[in-house]
């Protein structure tokens, strides 16, 4: 009952989410092309973290979500595969403050913020690559390890 | 006439009846008695029978010695060789008028066969025996559970079973000193890398082959205790034929997709391949490559030969495409598993080592065994021919038809695309780009191309596609779909293959060949063109044949499970059961491992289909029909516990009455698989124990009566 009463709440808030006047609309050939990313057309977002979904709620796409608000509306942001999993994963709890560099995206014919670095707590997590391809926690864990010279 | 006169003739007459019987005798021609093998007239492939004897007799009496007599085994087929590697021996009798061969060793091909026995004159018999059992090799890939996982993970290997379904050592004590029944190669590029070179063995194992339903599941006891369960792995096993068989590990350590085929060994590798690799690079992000190379004896020749492979090859590392790179590497002998290595190769700029395993001449499944990188896929031979566009593709006229599928691995963007394309060739086939027009299915982790009309599936797609017939290239190709008209599928790298090669059943002649396919656009999965010659639905929907399938399926986020099963068509509605892996509990069933699986649908051919090949099993078509799978719950409670039943929404495309691919579009879920026509099952070896458990069941019975 209690994760039933979770996924109504996270769906009640997704309903909720207005699409945000900052971005620009898609175009039909982007709305074609659902995951194609331009790194041209990032935004910076800064919000309040609502909250972070490890699994999609129905009607989300595939992936971890973020869900944040921000001065002119709340935001869901895919977080792609695994980003909440593992030893790396990126740590975030409700109320924290959060800043999202991505592009927007219309898929299924909702507006989706394709995350590719989320910066919380002092910490900035890549999450997509310039390509837009999912980055995943091995591959965090590995940049760190590479980072602190470690080598791979 | 006296008594002395009668002695006389009576003498005479008995002398004259021994001299005719002498002569008649030594006139006779001798008379093999068949003794047979000893110690058995069945044995393992690759083991030997023992020796072969045969007496000869001259009425009733054995010859004595020196007789030569001549044992003459098959050449190819079923057969084996004795000492030395003869397939013909020639001994003498000995002083009881026995001739025996020197050892005799089956070969690798298993089935029934006759060594012929002769001497002269003109006598002969045969003597009859089996190879049983036989020496696979699989490949799978997929999500690992341990290690910290989900982590993406491949394994190959060979392993020895006998006719009752036993892992047994292969050869002698001469040929496998160590007494191993089979060896492996594992990497999860995350720490747990087999050892290299020698791999993981896999030892003996009695009763690994054990009938689940339909179904088996095939037991790996490895030397390696960090893999599967403290060193023992478990595969799901579902036969399409006696030389192949889709399979699943099945263990709950991990999930995965692959394939176990029959082993044609030894095999000299053909001169040209196609292959892909997919996988996941250092930095641990999904990569995908795709190429041709040649293999040509290396000069001068070192000890042991090698070949030197030469060729180009295509990437998409994480969305970082590169095209027509250099490829080079030493291909060493294989081993008497058919397992070998690659060094070299520098695939990526950081591959070093790929192992392979042979299947036969053409086809051969390769893994990355470097401890930071990972990567499986398969290598195709491409025949003798000289390809251009219009080998893409059987004819449909008025142009060339195939259907594709192609699947991201676990741990890339997860995404499965199926579709069907018919090909123009250009007037000048060699030199200009060909054009094409289809219909496609893609789900994007959960996001599906609709059509802009109908806002259901499929999407029309149409593009441009070029294959290279260039020396060095041969077969190299690529296909763009128009971007957009299939999500973000757009550019495929295509490797064309040999039309006698079947590339989901690499040991099956027929299938047309058709091309591997990678996606080199960002997305990034391999895959298989297959060239279209059927969509009449009465051959496959309406077909009286049953059919093997299976699939990879992602749901969530990196969630996995993976079934493979067989069923059939009853006024086209699809039946069947299997097996499930569901290590991440998608079906909330209480066991990672799921026997009796219920997977039922009735596909509903497309407006279309007479075209495109197309059925759909939608919740949203007009008379529902989703594609149902039916879990029964794990944990048997009172009151009992209902099984899971979830609804998929699947399209299907017949490549021909024998094979179809099948790909499933949800919001919560995506997958590809296929379905291929099961055939002659009955030297599959733990059939043959059921067989014979049922015959001495029966025995028994009459015995009490």
């Not at chain 1, 999609?56 to 595939?62: D, H, Q, S």
């Not at chain 2, 006296?2 to 009576?10: E, H, P």
């Not at chain 2, 013909?88 to 070969?107: K, M, P, V």
């Amino acid at each position: 009952m209690k994760r039933l009463f979770a996924g109504l709440c996270v769906l009640a808030l997704v309903s909720a989410i207005s699409p945000l006047a900052l971005v620009q609309a898609q175009t039909a050939a982007d709305d074609k092309r659902p995951f194609a990313y331009d790194v041209a057309k990032e935004v910076t977002l800064s919000g309040t973290v609502l909250s972070a979904l490890d699994k999609p709620a129905k009607g989300m796409i595939m992936g971890s979500h973020l869900l944040f608000a921000t001065s002119s509306g709340s935001v869901d942001a895919s977080l792609a595969s695994l980003a909440l999993q593992g030893k790396h994963a990126v740590s975030i709890a409700a109320g924290q403050q959060v800043e999202v560099t991505g592009v927007m995206k219309t898929i299924k014919e909702k507006q989706v913020f394709l995350a590719r670095t989320v910066k919380v707590g002092g910490e900035v997590y890549t999450i997509r690559n310039e390509h837009g391809y999912p980055v995943s926690q091995h591959s965090r864990e590995r940049a760190s390890r590479k980072s602190a010279g470690e080598g791979l | 006439m006296n008594r002395k006169t009668y002695a006389s003739i009576l003498a005479l007459t008995l002398l004259a009846i021994v001299f005719l019987t002498a002569c008649s005798s030594s006139s006779a021609p001798p008379v093999i008695a068949i003794a047979g093998a000893s110690p058995a007239s069945g044995t393992t492939v690759t083991t030997d029978y023992g020796t072969l004897t045969a007496v000869v007799t001259s009425n009733g009496t054995p010859v004595g010695q020196g007789v030569s007599v001549t044992f003459t085994a098959p050449t190819a087929g079923p057969s084996g060789t004795f000492a030395g590697g003869a397939s013909s021996e020639t001994d003498l009798t000995d002083s009881t008028g026995t001739a025996t061969s020197s050892l005799f060793t089956a070969n690798y091909v298993p089935g029934a066969f006759a060594v012929a026995v002769t001497t002269l004159p003109a006598a002969g018999g045969n003597i009859n025996l089996t190879n049983g059992g036989g020496v696979y090799s699989f490949y799978v890939t997929g999500t690992e559970a341990i290690n910290g996982g989900p982590n993406f993970y491949a394994l190959a290997g060979s392993v020895v079973l006998d006719a009752a379904g036993d892992v047994v050592p292969y050869g002698d004590s001469v040929s496998n000193p160590t007494g191993i029944s089979g060896e492996q190669d594992y990497n999860d590029a995350f720490g747990l890398t087999s050892p290299e070179p020698s791999g993981d063995a896999i030892l003996a194992e009695p009763l690994a082959l054990v009938a689940v339903g339909g179904q088996y599941t095939l037991t790996l006891t490895t030397n390696n205790t960090a893999l599967g369960v403290a060193g023992v792995e478990t595969l799901g096993v579902q036969f399409v034929n006696n030389s192949h068989a889709l399979i699943t590990q099945f263990d709950g350590t991990a999930t995965s997709s692959g394939s176990l085929d029959l082993q044609i060994l030894p095999s000299t590798p053909g001169a040209s391949f196609a292959f892909t690799l997919s996988g996941v690079d250092p930095a641990y992000n999904s990569v995908v490559y795709g190429g041709v190379f040649g293999l040509a004896a290396t000069t001068p020749a070192p000890t042991p030969p090698t070949l030197t492979l030469t060729g180009i090859y295509d990437e998409d590392d994480a969305g970082a495409v590169s095209t027509g790179n250099t490829l080079t590497g030493i291909a060493s002998q294989s081993d008497a598993l058919g397992r070998g290595t690659i060094t070299g190769t520098n695939l990526g700029g950081y591959v070093g080592t790929l192992n392979y395993y042979i299947v036969g001449p053409e086809a051969v499944r390769l893994i990355d065994v470097d401890a930071n990188d990972s990567a499986v896929g398969s290598a195709f031979g491409q025949g003798t021919a000289t390809f251009t566009n219009a080998s893409l593709g059987a004819a449909c006229a008025p142009a060339q038809c195939s259907v594709f599928g192609v699947e991201s691995n676990s741990y890339g963007f997860l995404y499965a695309t199926a579709g069907q394309i018919a090909a123009t060739p250009a007037a000048s086939p060699d030199t200009t780009d060909g054009t094409f027009t289809g219909v496609g299915d893609v789900d994007e982790e959960g996001s599906v191309c609709v059509d802009s009309v109908t806002l259901v599936p499929p999407c029309t797609i149409a593009g441009t596609y070029f294959v290279s017939g260039t020396t060095g290239q041969n077969g190299y190709g690529n296909l763009t779909i128009t971007a957009g008209d299939l999500g973000d599928v757009s550019v495929l790298g295509i490797y064309m293959t040999d039309p006698a090669l079947n590339l989901n059943d690499p040991n099956n002649t027929t299938g047309g060949g058709g091309a591997l396919v990678a996606e080199l656009d960002g997305l990034n999965g391999t895959g298989v063109l297959t060239p279209q010659t059927d969509t009449t639905p009465g051959d496959f929907t309406g077909s009286a044949s049953s059919y093997a399938f299976g699939a990879q399926d992602f749901f969530c986020s990196i969630c996995e499970f993976d079934y493979v099963g067989q069923g059939s068509f009853t006024a086209g509605a699809f039946s069947g059961t299997g097996l499930l892996s569901d290590p991440y509990n998608a079906f909330d069933s209480g066991s990672a491992m799921n026997t009796g699986v219920g997977f039922s649908g009735a596909p509903l051919a497309d407006a279309t289909e007479s075209a495109t090949g197309r059925y759909t099993m939608y919740t949203t078509n007009e008379t529902p029909n989703p594609f149902v799978i039916t879990v029964p719950a794990f944990v048997v409670t009172n009151p009992v516990t209902p099984p899971t039943v979830i609804d998929f929404n699947v399209a299907i495309y017949q490549a021909s009455g024998t094979q179809a691919y099948w790909i499933d579009e949800d919001t919560f879920s995506l997958s590809l698989g296929s379905l291929q026509q099961q055939g002659d099952m009955s030297l599959v070896p733990a059939v043959r124990r059921a067989r014979a458990a049922v015959k001495a069941a029966a025995k028994t019975k009459q015995k009490q009566k």
